[in-house]
């Protein structure tokens, strides 16, 4: 039933289906209703849903997002609170939100071409590309949870992941010895002024502006901010 509610659900909030093909509906495409939850398991997208408790708890997740959540079974992540895909950090848990809350209130019920960073349950971070969020509603129409695909996903290193597509790309780093020099002061505080000036650049746009984490020039900003935070880890770990 769950498969089936996230199929249709699809379907309804964006007018394309889920596993492909031209009409939308699993069982005209092809698919035999019985095969549809292996299908939907197996295909190339990450494919992750929660219900519609106070605290969302995961309730599906595919094979594509069992793997990029570094989850080796599915009770690794299915039965898990959902906002556990995500940091602890404030910043990142408000986007979270203010994303889920914008997709409920949305006419269409849907937010196409998102991006956000996310963690795997073993500590990995990486950011969605172009992902899709939905809301999963009953046959009587009333919503019972919400649902993400994706199928694109670039690690912190910058390695990409692609649903499907297997391995993880990415260069090698060159050989060597790591380096135990201490960063360069003049490279800390710029770093460290850096994350300061991003941070008063997202208080600004809410504090002066009155924007919402829903609102895209908050959420390039705080994409900034996270960039520059990483950039300043990095330095402080001697990573960079």
Known sequence: MTTLLLIESYRRATGR??????????????????????????????????????????VYASAAALEIFQAPAW???????????????????????????????????????????RVGRGGRRFEIQDGCLWQVTAPSGDTI???????????????????????????????????SA??????????????DAAAAAVRALKDDKGLTNADEEVVEAVDLLLGAKAALAALEDGRA
Do not use: C, M, N
């Not at 409920?104 to 960073?117: H, L, M, R, V």
């Not at 201490?182 to 994350?195: G, M, Q, S, Y």
């Open 17 to 58: 289906p889920l596993l492909g093909g031209k009409k939308g509906a699993a069982d005209e495409d092809g698919l035999d209703i019985a095969d549809a939850p292996r299908a939907l398991f197996d295909a190339p997208l990450a494919i992750l849903s929660h219900d519609g408790a106070p605290d969302p708890a995961f």
């Open 75 to 117: 009770g690794d992540l299915v039965g898990l609170p959902s906002r556990l895909s995500a940091e602890e950090d404030l910043a990142i848990q408000a986007d979270r939100a203010a994303l889920l809350a914008a997709s409920a209130s949305s006419a269409a019920g849907t937010i196409s071409g998102y991006k956000g960073w």
């Open 145 to 179: 949870g919400q649902a993400v695909a994706f199928s694109h996903a670039i690690f912190e290193d910058g390695a990409e992941w692609r649903a499907g597509g297997g391995a993880v790309e990415e260069e090698a780093a060159p050989a060597g010895p790591p380096s």
């Open 182 to 195: 201490p960063p360069d002061p003049a490279a800390l505080e710029a770093a460290r002024a850096a994350v």
